[in-house]
């Protein structure tokens, strides 16, 4: 028999949910163990976060050595999402999918739109639940039921009792929970291996000690069965729903990607999909380097730019370099930090540090906490009419007094809230609002498009 005619099977996928029964009980740390856990056994690993978030995948990334993808039932279609995790996974042996906050906390209180417990369903994926036993006894098993019966489509394979107090605590919850779920863990807490929070969710990756992510390692080896994981995860390898285009051929166009600690919040389908329409991505630090040189695009991802702001502002070679592309007429699209390093100055508290000035505003912190998710409709501007897209925001700074600037976005939160956003001068477009080009792939089309047309 020839064996190029053979048909093998495709190898086995492992696939669990990390969820929780509600924000802090330790998913990301699990989360990051259990990555670092299985990579000891020399298994690939693909990293997955439910929800419109950019830090979490960013320790992924560090824990697994692979880019970590965002899932997301209100951003993203249900084939968007399928195709996502079909392709993401292809080339692992286990695919860990952290939740976002609570199992069935979503968009909405009246269905589990956006929630943890729509993207294991629409992936048919088991449950490992997390549960914060520090307060508990007895009554964890009364909670671990409740998640268990509220919804029948789900399957919850098991159950990490975290922050126990000591083997008596963990036998009593188990002996409580009984033949129920089974219990495939009980962390004891561990206060130095708490993932440190600011204003705008967990510290970045760069700033924990280097054997942090070891240490989370050993500890879920030592107080988690993995194996059991492994096995009560097995799912049939999923097929990708659709096959995305092949990259354009060449030239390609330049864009410039600020990337460093200041501008770090990005999602791995944009650049994808950016580099899938024709781009070639060159890295840059806005903190400490040049403006690359022979640029068509240049691309500002949200980040810290106020934790940042004084090196920023130092880097004046950079910023004049900024503001001259922008003048010749250089597309550049930036969300978030990115509008905030474009504008004028960024305000703290009694600093204001000059920044690019190449819009008519300037921006200050702190100020009220903006979170929620936003549909927005081109109706002008760097990506043309007509497109529709769909993001989250999520900042904490403001812009100082009415932005004296073309709106080329009409905004809509999932709330209802309507307003005119997408700051426009020349083929400069900057936002608060963090767009998923997944959900509307002529954003990266539109985005090419310009940069060529500047080339030429």
């Keep these: 028999m020839d064996l190029d005619d053979e048909k093998f099977p495709p190898s086995p996928l492992s696939a669990i949910v990390v969820a929780g029964t509600h924000s802090g009980v330790g998913k990301t740390s699990v989360t990051l163990g259990l990555i670092g856990a299985l990579r000891r056994r020399g298994l690939t690993v693909q990293a997955f976060k439910v929800g419109p978030d950019f830090i979490d995948p960013l320790h992924h990334q560090r824990a697994s050595g692979r880019a970590s993808r965002n899932l997301d039932g209100w951003m993203l279609s249900r084939e968007a999402n399928m195709d996502c995790f079909a392709r993401g996974s292809a080339d692992a042996d286990v695919a860990v999918v952290e939740g976002v906050m609570g199992l069935f906390d979503g968009s909405e209180g009246k269905s589990d739109r956006g929630s943890t417990a729509e993207m294991a369903k629409l992936l048919g994926l088991p449950i490992l639940l997390v549960v914060d036993a520090s307060a508990m006894a007895r009554s964890a098993a009364a909670l671990i039921h409740g998640f268990a019966t509220f919804d029948p489509e789900l399957h919850l394979a098991g159950v990490i009792l975290n922050n126990v107090g000591g083997p008596v605590h963990a036998e009593m919850i188990r002996d409580a929970v009984a033949e129920g779920v089974p219990v495939l863990g009980a962390i004891p807490r561990v206060a130095e291996l708490v993932v440190p929070e600011r204003h705008l969710g967990l510290h970045l990756p760069h700033e924990a000690r280097d054997d942090y992510f070891h240490e989370l390692a050993t500890l879920i080896e030592e107080y988690v069965d993995v194996d059991e994981l492994i096995q009560v995860g097995r799912i049939e390898r999923p097929q990708q729903t659709k096959t995305r285009r092949a990259s354009v051929a060449e030239p390609k166009v330049r864009i410039g990607l600020a990337r460093d600690e200041a501008f770090c919040f990005y999602y791995a389908d944009n650049l994808e999909l950016l580099e899938q329409a024709g781009a070639e991505l060159v890295e840059f630090s806005p903190m400490r380097d040049p403006l690359p040189d022979d640029l068509d695009g240049l691309y500002f991802g949200g980040g810290y730019p106020e934790l940042h702001a004084s090196q920023l502002a130092e880097n004046s070679v950079t910023i004049g370099a900024v503001r001259e592309f922008a003048a010749g007429g250089g597309p550049i699209y930036a969300e978030c930090g990115g509008l905030m390093y474009l504008a004028a100055t960024l305000e703290l508290e ?22 929620s998710y936003v549909q927005i409709e081109t109706t002008g501007g760097l990506f043309g009419p007509g497109l529709t897209a769909r993001g989250h925001l999520y900042h904490q700074s403001e812009i100082c007094g009415e932005p004296k600037a073309t709106c080329c976005y009409k905004l809509q939160t999932n709330r209802g809230d309507e307003k005119e956003e997408g700051y426009s001068i020349g083929n400069v477009l900057a936002s608060y609002a963090h767009l998923h080009f997944a959900s509307q792939s002529g954003i990266a089309d539109a985005f090419i498009k310009r940069c060529r047309e500047h080339r030429s």
Excluded at 362 to 368: D, I, K, V, Y
């Design 350 to 371: 009694d600093n204001a540090y000059p920044f690019c000035g190449i819009l008519p505003f300037s921006t200050r912190m702190p100020a009220g906490l903006t979170l």
